[in-house]
């Protein structure tokens, strides 16, 4: 393994080489070519003997041809002619290399023993390499895109944000920026497909991602670890500072096979990869959903927030809906989080906004006071409950409709900034008035899901953090 610094060169290049290159508009050396030739500020060198120009650009016979020293290389040719390209790339000075062709270890023996041989010509001239079997890396700032779907301006389209993702299997990691980032469900800072990592591998690119001021919050899916105790150590360094969210696949034999199919990933104990994740202050979780949903929560929000209690688990809920606060309690305690028992001056608080014949309690039902006061109480009501200190997070349950052009957004955000503390949101309702929701309460840094699980899945993981900020003093 080599110096962190080294990824500076994927992340940050000066120039990049497209080796494959091609105007074949089905081909994914076409879609490279005319990613970058859209989104990155430097030179793009297209790279194959068989044409003398793609999308207006010069193409270069090998990477040895062209005058300048590309600072990076994107490789994406049948997997024979890996080796022949590194070699060139040695020979021209090129650094940094990203091999997205697949046909290597994860298909067996004579893949292993390709691998094998790339990896020897790389150590001779000081390459290091990203991949093979991957869609490489996104940077946002500044910009850079290397997977090898087409994407057109994509840069306009994928904002600079502080998540920062780790995916082993790399059309994963392309179908997370294509399906989460470019729809706006979060925003990031680098995006990393690793796929069989032959040289860099997951603890080097989660180093990276500590240290980098641009990323402030990391989510992670990985089929096996193999420098677990280096990984541990890293993840360790991370605890109450950033968020570290990981999804480890292959939990059961028959699934570390399939990992093994595709990414040629061995999967080690899973009760010892639970208890570690869980020692250095990680956050597990189990689908794909769960992995994206915190991704959003911690892209708005990777900041402890304020504790009240010494548990820091108690949970207020403001719905309007008996029925989803019976079952968001049910799945608050299914969680291990607890409901906040409101102190007297609350209570007595509630009461005045509302009516007579309906005593507040937890969760809280406001929709006999909105009929009261308007939408107006949602905030009423928040500005109380948050300034209890026997309540460390609260969940919101709205509901969509019209009406929702006079729901309180700016005197929401102004509470949830005041008292420090961490705040969620589930809506239902009117299907066609879910996204201005989400949009608006997203300008107040509050994540809105659409199925409670993930609602309570989401505070659980901010309190979490929160209480590991405030062991190691940072909170």
């Not at 597990?284 to 708005?300: Q, T």
């Amino acid at each position: 393994m080599g110096d962190v610094a080294d990824l500076d060169r994927f992340f940050s290049p000066r120039s990049v080489a497209v080796v494959g290159a091609t105007p074949n508009q089905a081909k994914g050396g076409y879609n490279l070519v005319a990613n970058l030739i859209e989104c990155f500020s430097g030179p793009v060198y297209p790279v194959n003997p068989n044409y003398q120009e793609i999308l207006g650009v010069r193409c270069h016979k090998k990477v040895s041809d062209i005058p300048d020293v590309p600072e990076l290389a994107v490789v994406f040719v049948p997997a024979q002619a890996v080796p022949g390209v590194l070699e060139d790339c040695g020979i021209a000075g090129v650094r940094a290399v990203v091999v997205e062709s697949g046909g290597f270890a994860e298909v067996g023996p004579e893949g292993e023993k390709l691998e094998e041989a790339c990896l020897e010509i790389a150590r001779r001239y000081g390459i290091r390499v990203w991949g093979p079997n991957c869609t490489g890396l996104v940077n946002t700032d500044p910009f850079i895109f290397t997977p090898f779907m087409r994407a057109p301006n994509v840069h306009k389209r994928l904002e600079p944000g502080t998540l920062g993702i780790i995916a082993q299997s790399g059309m994963l990691a392309a179908g997370f920026m294509i399906q989460y980032v470019v729809s706006g469900f979060f925003r990031v800072s680098k995006a990393c497909a690793i796929g069989n990592k032959m040289d860099i591998d997951e603890v080097e690119v989660l180093e990276y991602l500590k240290d980098d001021p641009k990323t402030h919050s990391v989510v992670a899916y990985l089929e096996s670890v193999d420098r677990g105790r280096d990984f541990l150590r890293v993840a360790g360094e991370m605890k109450g500072r950033k968020p570290l969210v990981v999804l480890k696949g292959g939990r059961h034999p028959e699934a570390a096979a399939a990992a093994l199919s595709h990414t040629a990933s061995l999967a080690g104990d899973d009760e010892v990869v639970e208890g570690a994740l869980r020692q250095v202050g990680a956050i597990r979780v189990y689908d794909f959903h769960d992995l994206m949903n915190l991704g959003k929560a911690f892209s708005l929000r990777p900041d402890p927030f304020r504790l009240s209690t010494p548990n820091g688990d108690g949970v207020a809920l403001i719905t309007v809906t008996g029925g989803g606060g019976v079952v968001t309690t049910d799945l608050i305690k299914d969680q291990g989080l607890s409901i906040s028992s409101l102190h007297e001056r609350t209570l007595r608080r509630l009461q005045e906004l509302f009516p007579e014949w309906m005593p507040p309690s937890n969760p809280v039902d406001i929709w006999p006071t909105i009929e009261r006061r308007g939408l107006g109480a949602f905030a009423e009501t928040l500005e109380a409950v948050l300034e209890d200190e026997r309540v460390d997070g609260v969940i919101l349950l709205p509901f969509a409709s019209r009406a929702l052009e006079n729901f309180p957004f700016e005197r929401i955000g102004e509470a949830v900034k005041r008292s420090g503390k961490a705040v969620v949101s589930w809506v239902f309702g009117d299907i066609r008035f879910f996204g201005e929701y989400e949009a608006r309460m997203r300008e107040q840094a509050i994540p809105v899901y659409t199925d409670l699980r993930s609602c309570v899945l989401a505070l659980k993981a901010y309190l979490h953090f929160s209480r590991e900020a405030r062991d190691q003093g940072k909170g």
